[in-house]
């Protein structure tokens, strides 16, 4: 069965620090992978996401995310948080040819001053 | 453009009451979901709809839980009766046919006493 695993329930970290939020996925069939963002009481927005071609993808914000075949890993990363960043990030895969979005458990990223 | 539209907010109502949960796609938006999202469950897919016809329906909980679109503007989510353990929030996510990104809705944070 498909799974998305996030290793790091919790990351806290200092403004202008960089970032990296783990993501491992288990699929047997191709999957295209997802990052999206949730500010306190407020729904999902997209970050990056990760379809086919150059493995590293720009998302807004100054995230970035690098796609890894191999280790079925979609790791996120910012090289300089700002306070704004804090917010619960999740990964998420969609199996090629279906429309359901699998979801991570989420990681909390804490920016302090 | 607006984006998905939710309604009410937040919704507080007592255990065995019937609740009615809104959502307004993004015009052109063939599909539907619907999520709930609680700390110990995440964020789980319970129904989606395309072109107004309930596609799967497996994440549904139990027959206390239906949903409907009777139009391509409307989408409701009810529970009936609603019991504590339904607390939650429930957020509306919509996509065109074809593409893979979907948008969410703000959610609707329902407290069931």
């Known amino acids: 069965a498909q799974s998305v695993t996030q290793l790091d329930s919790q990351v806290p970290v200092f403004e202008e620090a960089p970032v990296e939020l783990r993501c491992n996925y288990s699929?047997?069939?191709?999957?295209?992978l997802f990052w999206y963002v949730q500010y306190p009481n407020q729904g999902l927005q997209l970050l990056l996401k990760?379809?086919?071609?150059?493995?590293l993808v720009k998302g807004i914000n100054g995230f970035e995310a690098e796609f890894n075949k191999s280790q079925t890993s979609f790791h996120l990363r910012k090289p300089s948080v700002h306070i704004s960043d804090t917010a619960e990030y999740f990964c998420?895969?969609?199996?090629?040819?279906?429309?359901?979005?699998?979801f991570g458990t989420g990681t909390r990223l804490q920016v302090f001053p | 453009d607006a984006g998905v539209i939710q309604s009410p907010r937040h919704e507080v109502t007592e255990m065995g009451q019937e609740v009615t949960l809104r959502c307004k796609p993004i015009s052109g938006h063939d599909y539907l979901f619907w999520y709930r999202q609680t700390m110990m469950r995440g964020l789980e897919l319970l129904i989606y709809f395309n072109n107004n016809v309930p596609i799967d329906d497996s994440g549904m909980p139990e027959d206390r839980f239906s949903a409907k679109m009777p139009n391509a503007s409307f989408s409701t989510l009810k529970i009936q009766p609603s019991e504590p353990r339904d607390s939650a929030v429930y957020f509306c996510a919509t996509k065109r046919a074809g593409g893979l990104e979907q948008f969410f809705g703000p959610g609707t944070r329902l407290t069931v006493l």
């Open positions: 990760y379809l086919s071609g150059s493995t």
């Open positions: 699929s047997s069939v191709s999957v295209y």
């Open positions: 998420a895969v969609i199996l090629y040819n279906t429309d359901k979005l699998i």
